[in-house]
């Protein structure tokens, strides 16, 4: 599904009141009702609505909500943030309609927020059945203000989330990070409007939302230009891949490289070549110490190997030692020894087809460039920090910016693990993963993962599709695992369910 930057929306949303003709205060009157229905479905009947109010646009919104209550019955309590006169023009219209209504249909109760005196506050609160959040919109980029710096945390200290519905997005987070500023409103539901916005759907904004349900208020969004953002869900890789020729044979589907593996950590090699395995490619070989290419010829017979020698780095040894290989995976389980860095980075900088650098190889490319075409690096945030020389902590404050950022330094395809795993392109363009669970948490994974997307990364015949549908597949094997039963996850458990998930998904035609 197709997702969106703020200036995006902010684009669409100029579209139709200057090129169109829509009033901005008819939109805002659109989007009210469009949020009132939703809300009801899920709130059908509330006896007690409190709603909670900005100065901008976003509480004009919660003014026509408040108003549609009012008008069921609903006894409703606003909470105003500012005085009205420093509130925007349409905010002060939808006030003034609001209060003629209440004069006629009298279940309004109008508050100030005091931060010196917030019982008041606290017992509305407690006393509503439903809590609309419509005090900041997507516009915040910069750490709260007084009176949201206080109002806020006091709201999420009550522990009401089950009772808030969040108009466009939880006050206080970025819409385009996902990061609260520093703090964000934890609501069980937002309905955001016009389109998804990107941060909403990246970690940690999951903490924030709860559900998330897109309110169409008619926003030309089909002709918004770049960047293309998409996030994953069942139909997204539907019938991305071919087999529906019976002359369909092993060479099809590609012979995998894997330099991967070392005497302390055999099991890395074990676990990429079970993900190229799985992931369907046609042939494997797997280049590395005799050690670890005895170990893994025990357990899979279908893996051809090749014991390396590090001390020789020439091209017609390379050439020679590599010829038929379609796509190369390297890094997983590597030695850190200088030799064999040396030889590594030799590597990479001679191989001209698809290649997937992971884990010992990161450490080599911070000064390289790629093509974007046909190179993907899969980074967890400690490692993009080296990369990018940006502080671990900064890079999870916005996985997004800072993976396209990587993207564009090293001119490659970056996967930035993790919650929500983002897949870049130095184009701006991303996807942000939706499969998953923390139940993955354990070594291994991202060996499994490089198998797979080495072999899907050839198989699609594109970087960026091959990695971000091989970020899907594997946590979707995770998801599928976790259905029968809910406890801590191997790697090897999850490649036993890669095949369930790719007939799921339905990749193939």
Request: negative net charge.
């Amino acid at each position: 599904m197709r997702v969106y930057t703020t200036n995006q929306i902010r684009e669409s949303d100029k579209t139709t009141i200057e090129k169109y003709g829509v009033p901005s205060h008819s939109l805002m009157e659109i989007a009210g009702h469009k949020l009132f229905d939703e809300i009801c479905k899920v709130r059908p009947e509330p006896e007690k609505v409190l709603v909670l109010l900005g100065r901008g646009n976003n509480g004009g919104d919660g003014l026509v909500i408040a108003r549609l209550f009012i008008l069921k019955k609903i006894n409703t309590s606003i909470l105003l943030t500012e005085d009205v006169e420093k509130c925007t023009p349409d905010f002060r219209k939808n006030f003034e309609i609001l209060k003629n209504v209440s004069s006629e249909f009298p279940f309004l109760e109008i508050l100030k927020y005091d931060p010196s005196d917030t019982e008041l506050l606290r017992l509305e609160a407690n006393e509503s059945d439903l809590i609309i959040d419509a005090l900041l919109g997507t516009g915040m980029k910069s750490d709260l203000k007084p009176p949201y710096s206080t109002l806020i945390p006091f709201i999420n200290s009550l522990n009401l989330k089950e009772k808030i519905v969040a108009v466009d997005i939880p006050s206080g987070l970025n819409a385009d990070t996902g990061s609260p500023l520093p703090d964000a409103v934890k609501s069980s539901l937002t309905l955001t409007i016009g389109g998804g916005k990107a941060g909403l759907y990246s970690y940690p904004a999951p903490d924030f939302t709860g559900e998330i349900r897109i309110v169409d208020i008619g926003l030309p969004v089909a002709n918004l230009s770049d960047p293309y953002i998409e996030i994953t869900d069942e139909k997204i890789f539907r019938s991305r891949l071919r087999r529906n020729d019976i002359n369909f044979h092993k060479g099809s589907g590609g012979h995998i490289g894997i330099i991967a593996g070392s005497g302390d950590r055999p099991g890395a090699a074990y676990l990429s070549s079970l993900g190229a395995l799985r992931g369907g490619a046609g042939l494997v070989t797997l280049f590395s110490e005799r050690e670890v290419i005895n170990g893994v010829t025990r357990l899979f017979p279908e893996v051809m190997t090749e014991e390396t020698d590090f001390d020789n780095d020439s091209e017609e040894y390379l050439s020679e030692l590599l010829s038929g290989i379609d796509s190369l995976i390297i890094g997983p389980g590597l030695s850190n020894e200088n030799t064999v860095l040396n030889w590594t980075k030799k590597v990479i900088s001679f191989w001209d087809k698809y290649l997937v650098l992971d884990a010992e190889a990161l450490r080599l490319i911070s000064e390289m460039k790629f093509d974007e075409s046909r190179v993907v690096i899969t980074p967890h945030p400690m490692e993009l920090s080296r990369i990018i020389n940006t502080p671990k902590e900064e890079i999870q404050k916005d996985r997004i910016g800072h993976s396209i950022r990587c993207a564009q330094l090293l001119n490659t395809v970056v996967v930035l693990k993790g919650a929500r795993s983002i897949t870049a392109k130095p184009s701006g363009d991303f996807t942000i993963n939706t499969s998953g669970n923390q139940f993955m948490a354990s070594g291994g994974m991202g060996d499994l993962l490089s198998g797979l997307a080495g072999t899907l990364v050839y198989q699609t015949g594109s970087a960026y599709e091959g990695a971000r549908m091989a970020v899907y597949i594997h946590g979707l094997a995770a998801d599928i695992a976790t259905k029968s039963i809910k406890a801590p996850l191997t790697a090897t458990d999850v490649a036993h369910f890669l095949r369930e998930a790719m007939e799921k998904a339905q990749i193939y035609e």
